[in-house]
């Protein structure tokens, strides 16, 4: 995404993966508060203590609708 910081990027990657793996809500560390105010202000995570996840705004910018989880393989 244009106009974000390179930690901003980082927490939002780590978000989608983590979104992906079925888990919305992700705790990040209070060195990190000053990061997720920025991407609160721009409409992207909301926050919760610790815990952040996206808003609709980050989930429809950020997922794709069409990203299907890949077929597990039995090992």
Do not use: C, Y
């Not at 780590?14 to 000053?34: K, T």
């Not at 202000?41 to 609708?65: A, H, M, W, Y």
């Amino acid at each position: 995404m244009i106009g974000l910081s390179l930690t901003e990027d980082l927490v939002l990657e780590v978000l989608v993966a983590r979104h992906r793996l079925g888990e919305p809500w992700w705790p990040f560390a209070p060195r990190h508060r000053q990061t997720l105010t920025r991407l609160t202000i721009k409409g992207l995570v909301e926050v919760d203590g610790d815990r952040v996840q996206f808003t609709e705004l980050g989930r429809n910018t950020l997922l794709s609708p069409t990203w299907k989880p890949a077929a597990r393989s039995r090992a």
